[in-house]
């Protein structure tokens, strides 16, 4: 049974940081790309990071790219995204995503506050 397990959110300050954390179980990690997404309040959800098996191709939405840092561990299983001078507009429910070609694993989210 796979499990996709979030951690790390809170609130935080504007222009703190804070990491979040993705443990995933059940799967072959290595072999699945990892993503992140987030949901605002009344908002879609939206792309955020995305981080390839071996972790050598990265892409970022535009609204955190230079501030957002997606790695994984793949001795782990866990995946991090490393949120740095956040922003009221970061506020938002983020999920972490195991995808390999067809099959798409979703973790139960982790809310961030980040407060003015």
């Known amino acids: 049974q796979v499990q996709v397990v979030e951690s790390g959110g809170g609130l935080v300050q504007a222009g703190g940081s804070l990491r979040l954390s993705c443990a995933a179980s059940g799967l072959t990690f290595s072999t699945y790309i990892m993503q992140w997404f987030r949901q605002a309040p009344g908002k879609e959800c939206e792309f955020v990071a995305q981080i390839t098996g071996s972790g050598g191709n990265l892409y970022y939405a535009d609204s955190v790219k230079g501030r957002f840092t997606i790695s994984r561990d793949n001795t782990k299983n866990t995946v991090f995204l490393q949120m740095n001078s956040l922003k009221p507009e970061d506020t938002a429910v983020y999920y972490c995503?195991?995808?390999?070609?067809?099959?798409?694993?979703w973790g139960q989210g982790t809310q961030v506050t980040v407060s003015s």
């Open positions: 995503a195991a995808q390999y070609l067809s099959y798409k694993y």
